[in-house]
């Protein structure tokens, strides 16, 4: 199983955007789904996670503001983004944070004010 994150782009301060992680190979199902991020100049770090049993983790400064979700028919993950901040710029990937692969191009969030 593999994944690729697509959808990132350019938005103001307050707006929104929405990610997608698409899976190939293997099914999804057993899979915790991540939403990672590593801004210019800092360490990649965890944002989000959907785990196989349904529940959800954020990281603090995102709770309220992003939603991740899955699709395990699609085997596809999301990750909406609303209330953008210029803070939220960064490199997004996804990945299974229980069973790591190996990490993709990520997609670019940019976040103006």
């Known amino acids: 199983l593999m994944v690729k994150e697509s959808g990132g782009g350019l938005a103001h301060a307050g707006g929104s955007l929405r990610l997608a992680c698409v899976g190939s190979g293997d099914t999804l199902d057993a899979y915790d789904i991540g939403w990672f991020r590593q801004a210019p100049r800092k360490e990649r770090e965890g944002v989000a996670c959907?785990?196989?049993?349904?529940?959800?983790w954020y990281k603090d400064s995102v709770k309220g503001r992003f939603t991740i979700s899955r699709d395990n028919a699609k085997k596809m993950g999301y990750l909406q983004m609303n209330s953008l901040k210029p803070e939220d710029t960064a490199v997004y990937y996804c990945?299974?944070?229980?069973?790591?692969?190996?990490w993709g191009q990520g997609t670019q969030v940019t976040v103006s004010s």
């Open positions: 959907a785990r196989s049993d349904g529940t959800t």
């Open positions: 990945n299974l944070p229980n069973s790591l692969r190996p």
